[in-house]
């Protein structure tokens, strides 16, 4: 789906919850399938809006989507698991679940079908130095997550048990009623949009299938990565709920600013500062490079401050490829402070010796002619 979700719903970007939760409902409502009997259209527009709904609703996931855009979401982010539209075919329940149980008071935040089994995206943020981004690094990240539960291999029910299926709602984990013109599915009371019930919950999980633990992943960081770059480690979320497929984990990577190298792009600049001595006799300068040596710079004599030098091929690798981008020296002439007395003398007489600005002395000729000096 490539339309803007805000446009999808027609509200602006900076509509508060409550907006996009109106125009939510009044899309749904005319674009349900229920109303528009066999409409491809309809039932298209149906669920965009509600994909658009799914991110919006989530301020986390509407934040990343003002940030990224749509990218933020590919290859499963998106709604409600599995089941959901960037999967095999459409689960209406799981729609259903979100605007109907609020609709009619049955209660929310209950888990919705059985799509919403699959365990949760996590997301974790982590800092790299420049110098890291510029290498690659291989990065050890510890997240705090669930994992299937060992005991019972996830399902939930004690070892020599199994899961039944729930008399209620015959496996289902929904039961449909008419009301209105609407047909309304609702999540199972009996048990929970599960489809099963246990009869002898597994002792070490509580019958969830999964028990909190910290886990340890090595993620790789290619070489020349930016700002905001978001690596996704796919089956490393949450661990879905009794035998459910798990989320993924998404990787947010900001990259600390560096005191001696501003990033551009692939190119990065650096300001040397050099002496009024160095500049106007000119001579050589070792500056650092980001792969930890040291680059010579011949400074030629009447350098001035703000004058460039080409490092060709030392900036940032481009992620995906072997080129470089270029690294960038300015040179900032230092006037001298805090002069002995001695110093002072020299100086004078080094102004007494002749001219040596041609730029200022030029400057203040068309000062003095400006003014009829
Ligand atoms: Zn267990
Ligand atoms: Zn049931």
Known sequence: MSQDYYELLGVS??????EIKKAFRKLAMQHHPDRNPDDKEAEKKFKDVNHAYDILKDPEK???????????FEGGMGPGGPGGFNGQGFDFGSVFGDIFDEMFGAGRGRPGGRADMRGQDLRFNLEITLEQAYSGTEATVRVPSSVACETCNGSGAEPGSKPQQCPTCHGRGRLRAQQGFFTVER???????????????????????????????????????????????????????????????YVFLSVRRNPLFEREGADVHCRVPISMVQATLGGHIEVPTLDGKMARINV????QSG????????????????QH????????????????????????????AGKTSPESEGFFSKVKEMFGG
């Open 13 to 18: 970007r900076t509509a508060s919850a409550d």
């Open 62 to 72: 509407r934040a990343a989507y003002d940030r990224y855009g749509a990218a933020a």
């Open 187 to 249: 999540t199972c009371h009996t048990c929970h949009g599960a489809g099963q019930i246990i009869d002898k919950p597994c002792r070490t999980c509580a019958g969830q299938g999964r028990v909190r633990r910290e886990k340890t992943l090595k993620v790789n960081i290619p070489a020349g990565v930016e700002d905001g770059t978001r690596i996704r480690l796919s089956g490393e979320g949450e661990a879905g709920t009794r035998g459910g497929p798990p989320g993924d984990l």
């Open 300 to 303: 030629p004599a009447g350098a």
């Open 307 to 322: 004058h460039q030098f080409r490092l060709r091929g030392k900036g940032m690798p481009i992620v995906r490829s072997t």
């Open 325 to 352: 981008g270029d690294m960038y020296i300015e040179i900032m002439v230092e006037t001298p402070t805090n002069l002995t007395a001695k110093q002072k003398e020299l100086l004078k007489e080094f102004e007494k």
